[in-house]
């Protein structure tokens, strides 16, 4: 915006549209800004969700850095988180260059593979629990498969990626969709003139279509890490953070823990942290990946 | 004039928005005259009777209107509504750490004042004071229902094979080694759920271990590393006697299999008994209590408050909230919901009891029973999850450690106003049920 623009008082255009902002920003004020505010004060008291408490001052803060179950519940977040941001890109990618190509029934198979983003997660959560501990022992008792033979969310050492598995099912349909508008921004003249170059196969997606749809890649990968850092509902349906305590996730625990047991002001405080980590990586990211991003 | 009708426009978008949700969130003003008395219960499986019995109160009381409300998860509920300030009248919840916290942040009114109080055994008042993390004058439960928990058998297959109920733990241990031997399962674990894992756990330390212990380890006398190894490693032998992969099927799962006759008993507490029979109405269920010491007069049942009503702070109307118990407490209304739940009264008096308590009637009529211990755990400490963990392969000495530094971290408030106290009024002291 020009300086001398914004000196001038607001005209009627600009006044109407600020008019329909205003109810936006006091909901979200009310329902955002507010609870944060409220939660971050909350988070220096001992504070159940009900009843008295006290100022305990940065005990809760100093409390979460020895807390071995916030610890862990971390280190699960952000394994869960890199895996399951690395599957869901490279397999919605392959998809989208699928569905973009030149197929059979494409916009039928489009929708097709946009389902699993309709259904709930509970819903997914509580279907593929029965697939786990039914259908894959009995597939995998009859084929002689010993890893598969029991459950793999009873199992410590499997619980997790049977979590990634299920969340990368579900959230693979979004991205592809987002992949899929990217490949139709590159202009066909662009692989025309590089087909006379020479550039055919993987050298043509590596040298052009990939620097060309970067921006989609940053959008894609900011918001599937934001989505598994914040991963619950399927923990909720599958695993209820067993077993063990292996598969807690950060979100899990404090509402667990915050809202279910009392302690209330410790999640809080939980919670802040957990925001500016996640804030942080998200800026991270888009600077990062922003610096790659070519333009036509 | 277009442009003064555009902001108009828009103001009044944005002001019918907010209005919007003030009407939502005030929602319900109640009209008529009438007094409204909320009561939130926490016992899913009990709506009907619950339903039944509101109309039945207001037919009969035409100038109080009862709403009972019985959501699911109704304590996570019960705290959420609590943060916002939208208390219910009288709750209805279990004598566990729940009530403890209540009570503990000054929610919940002094009944001492109400008569039916005295028609409640005394040992399920004991449990209650038991439960005060720091004591307390005045009494804040009636306790209403109690649930018994120990092992439920599958009657036929006993019959069928000619099996006994074992009274100590030898005999239970010969027993499963015999049931092996027929190939029959003994138990059906659930340990999916990591909460199943407490079934066993507060059988077995109801025999083992006093029942003050979460006190005396506040109050720094004792240490749980001392109190439950023994405990520990009974549960862990329970396991070997389990189905294949017992960490693999929840609570339901296992309650369908129990139902199906897929094993001979189960560890959990008649509260299973409803969602058993709903898979199989026709199984004959008897339970026993869980023999975990070697000289069978040393058992004792588990039994604690499963349901007691409590008056919150801020209710309009105390009286009528009594009136409301009164009725609760008629010996008619008493008897019909321990047939629908198959619980334990805990009025004096002669109800029957359901036949699947039948193994466990010489207790409870010689009053030989204690609460659970897990009502003393502070439910953010997650035990459940510390024994699951335990039973998946962790050391004892690792387990009982991690128990003892957890307990000191959630429960620290409590150790201050606990020694806070004792400075103030001398030492605690630690009262036991027998």
Known sequence: MNRQKAKKPLGSRERSYFFILLPILILFFLFNTLPLIQGFLYSFTNFRGFGSYDWVGLRNYADLFGDGRVGNSYRFTFLFAVVSTVLVNVVSL????????????????????FVPNVLGGLVVGYIFSFFFTYILPAIGTALGIADLSSSWLARTDRAWFAIVLVAAWQSIAMNTLIYISGLQTVPSDVYEAGAIDGATGWKRFRSITLPLIMPFVTVNLVLSMKNALMVFDQIMSLTQGGPAQSTESISYLIYNNG?????????????????IVIVAISVFQMKYLGSKEEQL | MKQHLKHLLALLLAASMILGMGVITAGCTADSGKVTIELLEYKREAVSIFQKMAADFNKENPDINLVVSSPNDAVTVLKTRLIKNDAPDIIGIGGDSTYSNLLDADMLEDISSYKGLQSIKSVYKEMDKNLELVPKAGTYALPYAANASGVLYNRAIFKKYGWSIPTTWEELISLCKKMQAAKVTPFYFALKDSWTSLAPWNAIAVDLVEPNIAQEVNLGRTTFTKAYSEVADKEKELTKYGQKDIFAYGYNDACTAFAKGQSAMMLIGSYAVPQIKTVNADIDIDSFVLPASSSATENKLNSGNDLQFSIMKGTKDKATCYRVLDYMLKDENVQKYVDDQNAVSCKTGSFTLPSMLDGMKLYIQQNKMA???????????????????????????????????????YNRDTIAKLKKYETEHGSVSTSSVS
């Open chain 1, 94 to 113: 392959i998809l989208a260059l699928g569905l973009n190509s030149k197929i059979y029934a494409k916009s039928a198979l489009r929708g097709i593979y």
């Open chain 1, 259 to 275: 809202m279910g047991g009392g302690q209330f002001g410790y999640q809080s405080a939980n919670a802040v942290v957990f925001f």
């Open chain 2, 371 to 409: 609460d659970y211990q897990d009502h003393h755990y502070p439910s953010e400490m997650s035990a459940d999850a510390l024994i699951q963990t335990y039973l998946l392969g962790q050391s004892k000495a690792d387990f009982l450690q991690t128990f003892d530094t957890n307990w000191k971290r």
